[in-house]
């Protein structure tokens, strides 16, 4: 209702009448009734003052609608700005009062002058600000919510005003000093660097495509801060993102982990590099400011990063900066630097996979039995363990559907079935091979190859109904302490790697999640991921216990029982089978539904990569040509000691 009146009220001259609930009086059903003014000393006061404040400033004025005191545009808000350089009025003459009567509405008339054109935030455009010290996990931030948002469909970019200081100072290293705040040189060069930092931004935000930009600086003064939002108000929508820290334990990991990936400290050893960094810290904290604005939108995280802090959230509301809030809750939970893992695994091949047909609920191929049998020892040997050696818990998440159910059935660790984790649904198409899809539905197969991302079956999904029912999983997984390993399928794991590794959206669906593949994510202190894959071969393996099976069933026809030798080694692998839990044709390819292949035990993962049985690749990891390597290492002792085809 206040909408409609202050829209009344903007057009000059007009005034209201009758009653202001818009319905016409009982009394009265044709012609309206005024509303007298009250002889009253109130009435006086606030004529009076209105009539003053017309005078001397009509850019800005109170309105009394019933109970409520209101400007008649909003001066301050975040949604529309006006063209006028007109400064904004002083209010002092309208402090709050009792409410005013109608005709003291009807004099104040329109607070907006006829001249005065209003522009509109654009509110599909989000700009965060990260507020912090070095080390205090800005970049961590900054990277996990890029994950997130541009998972979701929000195009979000990462602009980092260190590399623009780079770029500005050249490769000359800036030691502490440069960052003192009482160095000009210094100031002016950081400055220059924000400024292209913002030019970049502002210039990606006014493409179509864009949506968030996260700048992310220190932002450490309420100067600096006052400057981005007189930069930032009237045009684009923005909040500020603070991350403070006060665990020394904790600030001196970070510290280290710092050096190891910070260009800043590219090629230095890691004593002399702490011994700088730790001056600059000094340097920024001689005129930090945290925000006491509250009138600014912001989040504060205290000592969020730590996994045991709280959360500051001020002036925060719409769906993105409110996803964003529920989002940080969780990713803070596990804190920065946990040496937690994270595998991915399709089920074993299963015998819809060798027919090529989509979905269905099939069990396991002899293949894939044998990946089932191998899958316990490659975790195994990947799991992190804690100072005392001991190792860390592992959690065990499946589909509802059998084959990843029968595909980690011999992972001894809590299980749970998810259905989000259920392989995309093929609607009619379920059941069909794509040669059945392409000569029954031409016109769906067509408008598939055209959008695989958007493209939904028949009574089936999308690869975004997916990532969207996904989201719970992807929140759980990122509050989680502990290892997870997300035993699901190729449709699942493509949104879910997409993710993690932070890949483009439209490249989501053509994404290689190969069978018999673990996929090991370790998350890194800046948000990222390192991944090691683990690539079974199970033809080998196959190949490999026949030849044992054959040889032990010559020796039995020509000596002895298997009954009173069961077990026989594979020497030339070190790999262990149990003879007696393979049943006669169970290896062969060809084999019956049920039959399983013989169970397998190793010693330790080295056993399986001399037999060849599995090969391991390195994608994602630091670069070693610039003493990574050792800081690495000196990092590991240091939290050691701490503790279907679709």
């Not at 009076?48 to 400033?57: G, Y």
């Not at 991915?344 to 089932?372: C, D, W």
């Not at 198409?429 to 028949?458: A, I, S, W």
């Amino acid at each position: 209702m206040w909408e409609y009146w202050r829209h009344k009220l903007s057009k000059e001259g007009k005034k209201p009448s009758g009653n202001l609930d818009g319905l016409p009086s009982p009394s009265a059903p044709v012609a309206k009734v005024p509303i007298k003014p009250l002889p009253t000393a109130e009435q006086e006061h606030f004529d009076r003052a209105a009539a003053a404040f017309r005078s001397t400033d009509a850019s800005t004025s109170h309105i009394f609608f019933k109970d409520l005191k209101l400007l008649a545009h909003d001066v301050d808000s975040e949604d529309e700005h006006c063209d006028s350089d007109s400064s904004i009025g002083n209010l002092a003459g309208l402090d709050a009062q009792p409410s005013a009567s109608y005709a003291s509405l009807d004099r104040l008339g329109s607070a907006r002058g006829p001249g005065k054109r209003m522009k509109r935030v654009d509110r599909q455009k989000l700009i965060v600000v990260l507020v912090g010290l070095p080390a205090r996990g800005k970049t961590f931030l900054c990277n996990k919510l890029m994950c997130y948002l541009n998972w979701l469909g929000h195009p979000t970019k990462h602009f980092n005003v260190g590399q623009y200081r780079r770029r500005v100072k050249g490769a000359e290293h800036q030691d502490a000093e440069f960052f003192d705040m009482r160095n000009p040189v210094g100031q002016k060069l950081r400055h220059a660097a924000l400024l292209m930092a913002l030019e970049d931004m502002e210039a990606w935000l006014e493409t179509e495509g864009a949506q968030v930009a996260v700048l992310d600086a220190t932002n450490s003064t309420e100067e600096r801060r006052n400057f981005l939002r007189t930069r930032f108000h009237g045009k684009w929508q923005y909040l500020f993102i603070e991350s403070i820290c006060n665990d020394m334990e904790v600030l001196e990991n970070n510290y280290r982990l710092k050096m190891m990936y910070s260009p800043d400290y590219k090629g230095q050893d890691m004593e002399p590099a702490l011994a700088d960094f730790r001056a600059r810290i000094r340097k920024y904290e001689d005129g930090y400011e945290t925000i006491m604005d509250r009138t600014l939108h912001y989040i504060k995280l205290i000592d969020m990063v730590t996994g045991r802090g709280y959360m500051d959230v001020n002036r925060i509301s719409g769906y993105l900066p409110g996803k964003m809030v529920f989002f940080l809750m969780q990713v803070c939970r596990a804190g920065v630097g946990r040496p937690r893992k994270i595998w991915l695994t399709r089920h074993g091949e299963s015998q819809f996979n060798t027919l090529g047909k989509i979905g269905g609920n099939s069990v396991l191929s002899p293949r894939g039995e044998m990946y089932a049998q191998l899958l316990p020892d490659i975790l195994a040997s990947r799991i992190p363990r804690t100072g005392d050696g001991k190792p860390y818990p592992v959690a065990v998440w499946t589909s509802t559907l059998q084959r990843t159910i029968i595909t980690a059935s011999g992972l001894h660790y809590p299980k749970v079935q998810w259905k989000a984790l259920d392989e995309i649904q093929a609607g009619t198409c379920d059941g069909l091979t794509y040669e059945q899809v392409k000569e029954q539905m031409p016109h769906e197969y067509e408008l598939r190859k055209q959008d695989k991302l958007r493209y939904r079956y028949p009574s089936g999904e999308s690869y975004m109904d997916v990532i969207q029912r996904l989201e719970p999983v992807v929140t759980e997984v990122e509050r989680e302490k502990e290892c997870v390993c997300i035993v699901s399928h190729q449709a699942v794991l493509r949104a879910l790697y997409g993710y993690f590794m932070n890949q483009p959206l439209d490249s989501v669906p053509s994404i290689d999640i190969p069978l018999h593949t673990v996929m090991e994510l370790t998350p890194k202190a800046d948000g990222t991921m390192a991944e090691t894959r683990f690539i079974v071969d199970v033809d080998k393996a196959i190949a490999d216990a026949t030849g044992l099976l054959q040889a032990n069933t010559a020796e039995h026809s020509a000596a002895s029982s298997l009954s009173t030798s069961p077990t026989r080694q594979l020497h030339s692998s070190g790999v262990h089978f149990d003879l007696s839990a393979a049943p006669s044709g169970a290896l062969s390819a060809e084999g019956s539904q049920g039959s399983r292949p013989m169970f397998k035990r190793s010693l330790s993962m080295a056993e399986l990569a001399a037999a060849e049985l599995v090969r391991q690749e390195e994608r994602g990891l630091p670069s070693q040509d610039s003493g990574d390597v050792s800081m690495l290492q000196q990092l590991s002792a240091l939290a050691v000691g701490k503790g279907e085809q679709q």
